[in-house]
């Protein structure tokens, strides 16, 4: 990432940050430049490019009632419901893209990644630098960091005996175009993730929620019959290995409240008043 593309999200970041917390004062554009040292015009320029929206749109995009309204929208039997079952997005601008997740042999998931060569890189994205890694099969890990060093520990602590490169790959630059706003030319992006069984069908079922949708952790833990398993679902999300590959940020608490995520709640609200820019334009 350049130090102009970081500087541009740390501000955008800001931006949002302050609207969450000033939200209940519906801030003006001129307060929310001024908290994050910018002119009015420069601070809509830049937010405008950057989330595909204005700030007032952006900041009805994240509002507690904008979240219940999605909520109540998806307890309806709707287009949302025909997609969950099938696992096709049909209701989002994602229609021709298939995610395919293939879980590691018994093997591969008990020795640590012996017999794995994994290829890893670090990437600009629009919510900050990540660091992506690849196996022969797909995307095994995909990971926001603000530090390369401690990104590659991380990886390296799953998957303690694999083989690493450092180096790109098609395979990687597939899945990072998730994050670009232009899905025309997107071809299937392949996961090759370590997981036990429950957590592969809580990822899986993640997967069927459209962009621009939201869920809670009781509605995807009924969708997959395991109703009464919130807190099992729960922690099923939260080891997510792929990072907005796979959307955990679409789930959120049935208050409307975006709740916790393992890169940050700030961040989280960006994802999700950035795709709702996306499918509302």
Not at 67 to 74: D, E, F, M, Q
Not at 98 to 112: D, L, Q, R, S, W
Not at 181 to 199: C, E, N, R
Not at 202 to 219: A, D, R
């Amino acid at each position: 990432m350049s130090d102009q593309q970081q500087l541009n999200y740390e501000r955008i970041a800001g931006a949002i940050a302050f609207i969450r917390q000033n939200f209940q004062q519906q801030p003006s554009l001129e307060e929310i430049a001024a908290g994050v040292h910018l002119s009015p015009a420069h601070f809509q320029r830049l937010f405008t490019e950057w989330a595909g929206t204005s700030p007032k749109k952006f900041l009805q995009y994240i509002s507690l009632d904008h979240a219940r309204n999605l909520l109540r929208s998806a307890e309806t039997p709707t287009l949302f419901d025909v997609a969950f079952e099938t696992g096709l997005s049909s209701t989002s601008r994602l229609h021709d893209l298939f995610i395919n997740i293939e879980g590691m042999t018994p093997a591969e998931f008990k020795n640590g990644g012996r017999q794995l060569t994994i290829r890893y890189a670090f990437a600009p994205t629009l919510f900050g630098q990540v660091l992506i890694a690849s196996t022969p099969k797909g995307i095994c890990h995909l990971a926001f960091t603000e530090s390369e060093t401690v990104a590659i520990q991380q990886l390296k602590q799953r998957f303690p005996e694999a083989g690493y490169r450092h180096e790109p790959d098609q395979l990687q630059a597939t899945a990072l175009k998730l994050f670009q706003s232009d899905w025309s030319s997107l071809s299937a992006v392949k996961l090759h993730l370590k997981g036990t069984p429950f957590q592969l069908k809580v990822w899986e079922s993640l997967l069927k929620i459209p962009i621009g949708q939201l869920s809670t952790y009781g509605s995807l833990a009924a969708k997959i019959g395991s109703s009464g398993a919130s807190r099992a679902v729960g922690t099923a999300i939260g080891s997510n290995p792929v990072a907005f590959l796979i959307p955990c940020h679409r789930v959120i608490r049935n208050t409307g409240d975006t709740g916790g995520y393992m890169w940050g709640s700030t961040r989280k609200q960006a994802i999700i008043g950035w795709e709702q820019a996306q499918v509302n334009v």
